[in-house]
């Protein structure tokens, strides 16, 4: 069950984001061409929180490595919020929204992330062996 699971969740996720890809190709950025500054302040915060989404995973990959199933972890980020990684990845998401200078697509970025992982967490808590 577990597999079919994870399998239809990535399989989700791959969808949502080539479908989101695709419409950023072919979109421009309306506040680029009305309000350039106000647009590239916008690409400048969302590649600053890409860049601390990406090294905020790293930084719990290398504590959960090999026992995100296994040991109950509770150091390093773990020992500040129970899901760092979702964390992280909540701040990438909005990182890509605003980096494509659009507040639509930043939106659209915050209602599928608030929409898809609590069902991916509460997924992960009932598979969660008792610790």
Sequence with gaps: MKNKIERLRIAISRVFAAALFGVILVSGSYLQTVAPVVGSILFA???V???????GRLWCSLYIAGYKTDKLIT??????TRNPLYFFSFLGAIGIGLATESIFFTLVMLIGFAIYYPMVIASEEAQRPAF
């Design 45 to 47: 915060l969302g590649a």
């Design 49 to 55: 929180l890409c860049g601390i989404a990406s090294l």
């Design 75 to 80: 150091e390093g980020p773990y020992s500040m």
